[in-house]
């Protein structure tokens, strides 16, 4: 399989056809084998059609957009830097609308803290750089390089862990078993089963959530810290880690909560495809073996190199290499409403969009209320208050937000459960949501009443209805209300259903369709008990013949 990446110049800096930084890279080429199975066959098509998507003469239709929304820009880590601190209006800008990729490639010598010194494998062949490049014992990881990487990551090769084992991708199911027909558990010391196709997507990242090249586009930290005590202290688990074999592929999905995404390859090689131009959305279908790929662009991710990825970015990823990358979620400043509507489409196909759900990470957006309701406040208190303060975010991004508190009740994720054993809200989530949306309340009544008086609020109202215009657009029709999920339990309510024998359901559809099969089993019980009735009954008694 050949595939293209970025060429760098002697100082780390991304070599470019013209001084555009949207416009294309001069590229090196490399080709790799890929291990395939029969099973994984599908996969490997895929794969095929991904590393040909950055082929130069590839035939674009004529609507598509190379600078459009997700399209990848390649830039290094001073680059970077350096736009963050003299054009910050840029840098904000390509942070919202596009995938960002730092090539650090060329600079990696292994995670920090990690003293390596293993031997280099072979990385390829058909170098058509000017000088042959030096072996890379992360490119292509050898078994003991990995089991180090594990280590210094606290990760056990001996611990049976959830996997998703592709190979069962094209087995038979029934459609409620669609999201966990491949999920099983197995060793991290298995990597090198060349009969086995696995990727651990949910391992426990000991890293920090929020990278260092986006602190200051993130509030998090700063909101966790503002003093406002909240009861509830779980807010998911936004960091991982992801290790997985050669010739395994994720197909077509969007990350979970409409939340942004930073992956930092730390061994391996990827191919990281987008979608360029427009979002995941419910109706798309890139789980078969032949996507349409028209309008989706490759980046190739090599050790050192780190990829942030804004809200609602469709991506599929291809494992060249045995690989590992650590990766976080987080919630971007000004992109709420991006973060929105990315939760209502989870909201209303939530399988058919992510690989994986984690609603507790929500309680993040608590804090972060209440961190700007006093920005706001502090401002609208001063002799002269700004048209709009400007540690906020922008006007449509906060309306994002309040939205979102506004609905959040409402807008649960679809995901795979189990009604015995449910998914749960956090002890004291749902009082820190009722608290902060009494909050969210008062101060949009404080709001509406100083219309009149302040810039910033007609900023924010315009901006809200607006919004709440193309939300209510999206919302499915009211005919599939019974399909829509349900506000989860938490373990109050759970032990108390328990106690009465109930189970959880997260659709009226399902409890209607247990309910259907309820009935069905009873209607057989008793069928069954009369048959035996009947047997045991004397064949002498003539009263049976009436």
């Not at 390649?74 to 730092?102: F, N």
Request: proline letters at 7%; one cysteine or more; a negative charge.
């Amino acid at each position: 399989m050949t595939i293209r990446w970025p060429r760098v110049d002697m100082h780390g800096e991304v070599m470019r056809e013209t001084d555009d930084i949207l416009g294309p890279v001069v590229t090196e080429e490399r080709t790799f084998e890929v291990r395939v199975s029969e099973e994984t066959r599908a996969d490997f098509h895929i794969g095929t059609q991904l590393a040909a998507l950055n082929h130069p003469g590839r035939v674009r239709p004529a609507k598509y957009d190379p600078r459009g929304r997700h399209s990848p820009v390649y830039l290094s880590p001073r680059q970077w830097r350096t736009m963050v601190r003299h054009d910050r209006e840029q840098a904000e800008g390509l942070v919202r609308d596009h995938c960002i990729v730092l090539l650090g490639f060329s600079q990696y010598s292994g995670p920090d803290g990690l003293d390596l010194e293993p031997e280099g494998e072979s990385i390829g062949s058909d170098h058509t750089g000017s000088e042959p490049p030096e072996p890379s014992p992360w490119l292509v990881p050898s078994e003991a390089t990995l089991h180090q990487l594990f280590h210094h990551l606290r990760l056990s090769i001996e611990t049976e862990r959830p996997v998703v084992d592709v190979t069962g991708r094209g087995s038979d199911s029934q459609a409620r078993d669609q999201g966990t027909k491949m999920c099983k558990h197995d060793k991290l010391a298995n990597m090198f089963d060349p009969r086995k196709f696995m990727n651990f997507l949910v391992l426990q990242g000991i890293h920090s959530a929020i990278p260092e090249e986006l602190r200051s586009f993130i509030d998090t930290d700063i909101a966790a810290n503002d003093g406002f005590h909240f009861q509830c202290a779980d807010c998911g688990k936004p960091s991982w880690v992801i290790a997985a074999q050669d010739g395994v592929c994720s197909r077509g999905h969007a990350d979970t909560g409409g939340c942004a995404t930073c992956v930092h390859l730390l061994a391996g090689l990827k191919l990281w495809a987008v979608r360029v131009g427009t979002s995941m959305a419910r109706e798309e279908d890139f789980i078969g073996d032949d996507p349409n790929l028209e309008d989706w662009e490759v980046i190739v991710l090599r050790p050192g190199d780190k990829l942030l990825m804004p809200p609602r970015t469709a991506h599929a990823v291809y494992s060249l290499t045995r690989s590992v990358a650590r990766g976080s979620v987080y919630y971007l400043a000004n992109s709420y409403d991006h973060t929105l509507f990315g939760m209502l489409e989870e909201h209303v196909a939530g399988l058919a969009i992510t690989n994986t759900a984690d609603p507790a990470h929500t309680g993040h957006l608590f804090r972060l209320w209440m961190y700007y309701q006093r920005l706001w406040e502090v401002n609208e208190a001063r002799p002269r208050p700004s048209d709009w303060p400007p540690t906020l975010p922008t006007a449509r991004s906060l309306a994002g937000l309040t939205l979102i508190l506004e609905h959040l009740k409402s807008l649960t994720p679809s995901m795979p459960y189990s009604p015995t054993k449910p998914p749960m809200w956090p002890d004291w989530y749902k009082h820190d949501r009722r608290c902060t949306r009494l909050a969210l309340n008062n101060w949009l009544a404080n709001v509406k009443a100083t219309e009149r008086t302040s810039p910033a609020a007609v900023a924010f109202l315009s901006a809200r209805t607006e919004l709440q215009g193309e939300y209510k657009l999206r919302l499915p029709p009211k005919s599939e209300a019974h399909r829509r999920p349900r506000d989860l339990w938490d373990s109050k309510k759970w032990r108390q259903a328990f106690k009465e024998g109930r189970v959880f359901y997260l659709t009226q559809e399902d409890e209607d369709e247990a309910d259907r099969e309820w009935e069905e089993e009873c209607e057989i019980a008793r069928a069954r008990s009369k048959n035996k009735k009947v047997k045991k009954a004397d064949p002498d008694d003539e009263s049976l013949l009436h």
